[in-house]
């Protein structure tokens, strides 16, 4: 409420919310990432929603039926007594819209949605309490953040599962381990530094009394080889 700063980035803060209230109460320019497109906001971002299609459609494509997501755990508060996640809401509804397109929905029979920390070690935790029975396991987890995919790794080597051949992972972000993970993870590539960089110019140009518009940069779906088709019998 009082900082003596020229300007504010904020990350994951949509509209409506108490911080996005104050910065226009104060009068101070301000640009949100992955927050949300509105006339009282600029926001540089991705379709969020877009990408998690794609790669839900991607791993259902492959014959999957029986699979888990782990989602955010939710970050910020839009009120005290609620947390608030925009970019966990509009991953869910793209995989949710890929769902609907099979038939299935984020309740169907053998479709379960886990929050999850963004970590490695939340990853661990999460894929471990999934994985331990092997009755009713998911033949594909799909993660909205990386390094919680790649945690899941870490609780296959746990319990012996082989990745693909019984269980597919996906991610989204494409941080650089990625690319070298044993297999190398699928995922969404968004990119992070770009939309840093694009954001702080905005503010920049804000300062200034230039016009500034919103931003939504490229994403695309990368298929590597931690997700194949479902076991035989699955």
């Known amino acids: 409420r009082r900082a003596a700063v020229d300007a504010i980035l904020t990350v994951g803060v949509g509209p409506g919310t108490l911080v996005a209230d104050l910065l226009h109460r104060r009068g101070m320019p301000f640009v949100t990432l992955d927050g949300a497109e509105s006339e009282s ?29 782990l ?15 925009l970019v966990r809401d509009l991953r869910l509804a ?4 890929a769902l609907a397109a099979y038939g299935l929905g984020v309740d ?3 479709i379960q949605v886990l929050p999850a920390v ?18 009713g396991r998911p033949t594909a987890i799909v993660s909205m953040c990386d390094a919680a995919a790649l945690g899941v790794y870490l609780a296959c080597r746990d319990l012996g599962i082989a990745i693909p051949g019984q269980l597919s992972v996906a991610g989204f972000d494409d941080i650089p381990v990625a690319i070298t993970a044993d297999p190398t993870l699928t995922t969404v590539h968004q990119p992070g530094r770009a939309k840093g960089a694009r954001a702080a110019a905005l503010a920049v140009a804000l300062l200034e009394g230039r016009e500034a518009s919103h931003l939504r940069l490229p994403a695309e779906l ?10 035989q019998g699955s």
Not at 54 to 68: E, F, P
Not at 72 to 82: I, K, N, T
Not at 118 to 135: F, I, N, Q, T, V
Request: no cysteine; net charge neutral.
């Open 41 to 69: 906001t600029i926001n540089v971002g991705i379709d969020d929603e877009g990408a998690a299609f794609a790669l839900m459609s991607h791993v259902l494509g492959l014959g999957h039926r029986r699979l888990a997501i």
């Open 94 to 97: 793209g995989f949710a819209r």
């Open 108 to 110: 169907s029979p053998g």
């Open 118 to 135: 963004g970590s490695y070690e939340g990853g661990r935790e999460a894929g471990l309490s999934l994985l331990r029975e092997a009755a």
């Open 71 to 85: 989602s955010l755990r939710p970050e910020f508060y839009a009120h005290p007594e609620e947390k608030y996640s």
């Open 222 to 231: 990368v298929a590597r080889a931690s997700t194949g088709r479902p076991p």
